[in-house]
Nanobody, 125 residues
């Protein structure tokens, strides 16, 4: 079963940075298109980044572009999400997921299957 695993979350002060990892066991992440999402309490899950494996093309919401960077570390079979200049409104559980179809990338949760359990990011002073 394709089950990605997120890690790297934690408590960070405003203005700080974090690097989240999405790891895979039993399958190669570079065979799939991966998206990162987040969900804050009382809010819908929203896409923060995705990457098309075959082309390396990346996508971000306009509101987050510049602070969020998705990348791959194929040697470690992981997809990374670097977040800089963290703000309290970035507090959420962050998830990675596998896109339903190959060579696709979107920021819509409904387009993804095989979700990880999430990693908590809390931004607070």
């Amino acid at each position: 079963q394709l089950q990605p695993v997120e890690s790297g979350g934690g408590l960070v002060q405003p203005g700080g940075s974090l690097r989240l990892s999405c790891a895979a066991s039993g399958f190669m992440l570079d065979d799939y298109d991966i998206g990162w999402f987040r969900q804050a309490p009382g809010r819908e899950r929203e896409g923060v980044s995705c990457m098309v494996s075959s082309t390396g093309n990346t996508y971000y919401p306009v509101s987050l572009k510049g602070r969020f960077t998705i990348s791959r570390d194929n040697a470690k079979n992981t997809v990374l999400l670097q977040i800089s200049n963290l703000k309290p409104e970035d507090t959420a559980i962050y998830y990675c997921a596998v896109h339903k179809y190959p060579n696709r990338c979107s920021l819509h949760p409904a387009d993804y299957i095989h979700w990880g359990q999430g990693t908590q990011v809390t931004v607070s002073s």
